[in-house]
């Protein structure tokens, strides 16, 4: 059983001693990992992959309930961890059906069966378009793989710690999809650039040239700001959703603003005028 | 001299796995020297030369190349002694499926990736059976659910091995393979050494250059399809 994963820094990109030197995870948290592209967040995710023990390029460690992993035991170790991320695809020719139990009976689960309600009922509830227990996993589109894919790393793959790369363009409700990771207990690492997943953890590690550079706790203010996001979020769904289902939009649906709101756009509007 | 053979499916990423793995060994000050066993034609040898280590190339051109291969094990041996070597890559063709370079006492390494379909590995045969590691490449574009079942059929075939998920296109695993080439045993000389899985005979008028159709065309060990056999999955 996990409770925790700490990370002991390493070096950055110019070997100069991380200044994080330690990060702790536990378990139903959600760390989320910022920095511009070419920052080493994905050298933070597959160090803790891989288990890192001062042999990878940036001499990270990684610790298990606070201990050094064994790595004899690499055979079951290497279930730890599972990985969500937007460029994965179904490569299998099988149904929903087949292919889920398949994976329950090497996941030595005893009655597959009962399970796949649940999981049915967690696919649709991420991605827009409905599927069945009979859909070919080929025909799937690329909202509807990736929600299964969580519905499977949540309910299938008892993998207590999840690396969640870059979905925020992968067609799924992905504010849920962390809900029910996090509500299975798991040690959720979220790789993004969406400023509504960073609040949404309790702290975010923030990377610069290829080290840990500042942990920053999720404020109170924060919190304000991530509220108003998912409501602006709501929004833009709800449109999209009737759009969608051919409505005409009226006078009355623009997003819908509120005193704060406003004194934010006339903000804005100064701003660009005298950087104009 | 570790003594490493390489085999694997074809297009699973064998020479982009050893040119990473060797880079982590010349990192540890090691002489690396590769051998690469083709058929007709390999440009395997410039990727492998860019590293700036020793290569050969055996093509084996009208013979079947795992054959070819196990002919040449002894040759391949004293050339990478002349130069010095602490660890011989030697990664072959991997064709037919049917042969499997193995040998005892040697490392044996089978690269295969995720995309060949999760049925796939029963049909590899004893090139996966019998070899120590075992790489999966191609991990990133295939969800997990998929990557766990393959893992485990691997596992099926292959419980002994030691199994690595590999990212040819980072290099991410390349440690793990590098320490693992590292704790293995040296070889003190390949003669006399045994092959884990013996090669199928493949001894007929076709394999002497026959190319006409017909009974009275065929010679030598024929084989003819049991069409009574009743598919037994």
Not at chain 1, 75 to 81: I, T
């Amino acid at each position: 059983m996990i409770k925790h994963i700490t990370i002991l820094g390493g070096f950055d990109k110019n070997g100069n001693q991380e200044k994080i030197s330690e990060l702790k995870v536990c378990s139903g948290e959600v760390l989320a990992v910022v920095g511009p592209t070419g920052s080493g967040k994905t050298q933070l995710i597959s160090d803790i992959e891989q288990y890192a023990e001062e042999e990878t390029l940036t001499g990270r460690k990684i610790l298990i309930n606070g201990q050094p992993v064994d790595k004899p035991g690499k055979k079951s170790l290497s279930r730890l961890v599972a990985q969500v991320s937007q460029n994965m695809n179904f490569v299998i020719d099988l149904s929903i059906k087949d292919f889920l139990l398949m994976h329950a009976r090497v996941r030595g689960i005893s009655n597959p069966e009962q399970i796949l309600p649940e999981l049915l009922y967690v696919t649709n509830l991420l991605s827009g378009e409905p599927v069945t227990l009979t859909t070919n996993l080929a025909q799937l589109s690329g909202g509807q793989s990736r929600a299964l894919m969580v519905a499977d790393v949540a309910i299938i793959s008892n993998a207590p710690v999840v690396l969640i790369d870059e979905i925020e363009n992968a067609g799924i409700d992905r504010l849920q999809a962390l809900k029910i990771l996090t509500g299975q207990g798991k040690i959720v690492l979220v790789v993004s650039h969406d400023p509504t997943l960073m609040l949404m953890s309790k702290q975010r590690v923030v990377m610069k040239n290829g080290g840990m550079d500042k942990i920053c706790q999720t404020t109170e203010l924060e919190k304000r700001v991530l509220k108003d996001l998912i409501g602006l979020e709501e929004q833009v769904a709800s449109l999209r959703e009737r759009l969608r289902q051919g409505e005409n939009l009226g006078a009355e649906d623009g997003i819908k603003a509120d005193v704060e709101e406003k004194e934010r756009r006339i903000l804005w509007q100064e701003y660009r005028y005298t950087s104009l | 001299m570790r003594f490493v053979v390489v085999a694997g499916t074809p297009s699973s990423g064998k020479t982009s796995v050893m040119v990473h793995t060797i880079r982590h060994l010349l990192k540890n000050n090691l002489q690396v020297a590769v051998c690469k066993i083709d058929c007709l034609q390999t440009s395997d040898d410039e990727r492998y030369l860019s590293l700036g280590i020793p290569v050969a190339v055996g093509l084996s051109d009208y013979i079947c190349p795992d054959h070819f291969y196990v002919s040449n094990l002894e040759e391949i041996e004293a050339w990478a002694r002349e130069q010095k070597a602490d660890v011989l890559i030697l990664e072959t063709a991997g064709l037919c499926h049917r042969c499997a370079p193995a040998v005892f006492d040697c490392l044996s390494i089978c690269v295969i990736d995720n995309l060949i379909g999760v049925d796939t590995p029963q049909k590899i045969g004893p090139m996966l059976s019998s070899s120590d590691i075992v790489v999966i490449t191609k991990g990133d574009i295939v969800s997990q659910a998929e990557r766990e079942v393959f893992r485990y059929k691997v596992e099926m075939v292959n419980p002994e091995a030691s199994i690595l998920d590999f990212n040819g296109l980072t290099g991410q695993g390349a440690l793990a393979l590098k320490n693992e080439i590292l704790a293995s045993e040296p070889l003190a000389g390949i003669t006399g050494k045994v092959l884990r899985s013996p090669m199928p005979a493949a001894i007929c008028s076709y394999c002497a250059g026959e190319t006409i159709i017909g009974q009275s065309y065929q010679m030598g060990f024929i084989k003819k399809v049991d069409f009574g056999r009743v598919k037994s999955d």
